[in-house]
């Protein structure tokens, strides 16, 4: 027996990204997030930026449509969080050469968002795919992490501005907090200032509207739709 005489062989289905039509590489540069392959995605990416396609066409067309792809098979239930991790694992890949060059246009971002995990929190694996998912729809993300207090949610929104504040719980012990964050805002006078989002397995929507939040959002692909619908609205009204 010949160990390995499989994977000693040329991969003959292996896709020659350079030689597809522009059409066709988005197309398969779309299968290919949806697969999770980060490598290809560079590729296909440096080849359309190669081509002469702008750095927010590449990441309107094939990077953010993909995105929305998997976003759609992720809230049917379709895909699973192992796999859209990978998938935006993949987009990163494409993002590390765009976002310089998006920065040296000054393309603008559809929206911003700060994110954390409440104080006394210290569960990050939702929150982290609800920024990934963000920022796969175009938006700016500014991730706090986890264990975030009221001050330092405060401090972010000074500095950043953003349209949307994100806030995650898994303990229900912890999902209180969230109330303090959004009643400081009102205190403040600054709660009308920013789209509020919740999001935790042990939330729902009643939880959200009880403690003043704009939306509760069940999953990543839900948040991801819900914020560009009311970023959308409320620069409508403006």
């Not at 597809?20 to 490598?39: F, N, P, R, V």
């Not at 309107?60 to 993909?66: Q, T």
């Amino acid at each position: 027996m010949q160990w390995g005489s499989m994977t000693d062989q040329p991969d003959d289905d292996a896709i020659d990204l350079s030689a597809l039509a522009d059409a066709e590489l988005i197309s398969q540069m779309h299968d290919d997030l949806y697969d999770g392959l980060a490598d290809e995605i560079a590729e296909g990416t440096q080849i359309l930026l190669d081509r002469g396609s702008s750095a927010q066409q590449v990441l309107d067309d094939a990077l953010v449509e993909g995105m929305r792809i998997v976003g759609i098979d992720f809230r049917d239930g379709i895909l699973f969080v192992p796999e859209v991790l990978l998938s935006a694992n993949a987009m990163k890949a494409g993002m590390a050469l765009l976002r310089p060059l998006l920065a040296e246009t000054g393309a603008k971002p559809i929206g911003t968002i700060v994110i954390g995990t409440v104080k006394g929190d210290i569960h990050d694996i939702g929150k982290n795919l609800v920024a990934m998912m963000m920022e796969g729809a175009g938006f700016d993300v500014i991730d706090l992490g986890v264990n975030t207090s009221v001050d330092e949610y405060l401090a972010a929104l000074d500095e950043h501005q953003p349209d949307i504040l994100g806030l995650s719980a898994l303990l229900t012990t912890t999902m209180p907090y969230m109330k303090i964050v959004i009643d400081t805002l009102k205190d403040k006078g600054r709660r009308d200032d920013y789209i509020v989002l919740v999001g935790g397995a042990p939330l729902n929507e009643e939880f959200g509207a009880a403690v003043g939040a704009d939306a509760y959002c069940r999953d990543a692909s839900i948040a991801a739709e819900t914020a560009k619908t009311l970023v959308a609205q409320r620069r409508a009204r403006v």
